[in-house]
């Protein structure tokens, strides 16, 4: 069993929906939650960071973290054909991240 | 502010050769990270160092892999003797403390003909 568990896709929906994310998780220390977001050929660039269970909401992202599932999401309102991209959760207990293997996603516009 | 800088962007190296990716954290950050993503695979923990050290390599190749954080300069990652296998994406990333988030460069993409 891996680690950290991202349905990898690919997901498409069109412009304006929400899309939903989400990760579960197995190892019970992970303290820090964290959403990245990777375009093509490029480096993943930090969306959310989040320490304790419950809600974080900044635009339109909001992470949702629940530790005693061991689950975690990512919800992106009024989606944007910019949005499309490959998202990757990770987590950490010090400071060794462990990744997802990332959900593609595809807005249409 | 600059971010994470990391160069080159490409290299293309033949079978045996040496491979140097550099990584300038972001200002302020004396935490490196250095991930590798593979085809069709997720980001992997290579080596964790701080300034003048190695904190944890777990994730390296014991053989023909090194990495460095001298006082001055930018971290290195050093792949003696490329195989085919090696080739990937290597990512850099740098925190500010050990509990802040980590930000990513933009890689170096590495090719072994």
């Known amino acids: 069993q891996k680690e950290v568990e991202q349905d990898p896709g690919p997901l498409s929906v069109p412009e304006g929906a929400i899309v939903s994310l989400n990760c579960t998780y197995s190892n019970s220390a992970f303290q820090y939650f964290m959403w990245y977001r990777q375009y093509s050929r490029k480096g993943p660039e930090l969306l959310m960071y989040t320490y304790s269970s419950g809600n974080k909401e900044d635009g339109r992202f909001t992470a949702q973290v629940d530790k005693s599932s061991k689950y975690i999401s990512l919800f992106i309102r009024d989606s944007q054909p910019s949005d499309s991209a490959t998202y990757l959760c990770a987590m950490k207990d010090d400071y060794k991240l462990s990744f997802g293997a990332g959900t593609t996603v595809t807005v249409r516009a | 502010n600059a971010g994470v800088m990391q160069n080159p962007r490409h290299l293309v190296r033949r079978r045996g050769q040496e491979a140097r990716l550099r990584c300038s954290p972001m200002k302020g950050h004396s935490h490196v990270y250095w991930y590798r993503q593979l085809p069709e695979e997720g980001l992997k923990f290579m080596v964790y160092?701080?300034?003048?050290?190695?904190?944890?390599e777990s994730g390296m190749p014991k053989e023909r892999f090194s990495a460095e954080f001298p006082k001055e300069g930018p971290s290195i990652l050093r792949i003696q003797q490329v195989v085919r296998g090696d080739s990937a994406a290597y990512f850099c990333?740098?925190?500010?403390?050990?509990?802040?988030?980590?930000?990513f460069g933009q890689g170096t993409r590495l090719t072994v003909v």
């Open positions: 990333a740098s925190s500010a403390t050990v509990n802040t988030e980590a930000f």
């Open positions: 160092l701080q300034k003048e050290n190695i904190i944890d």
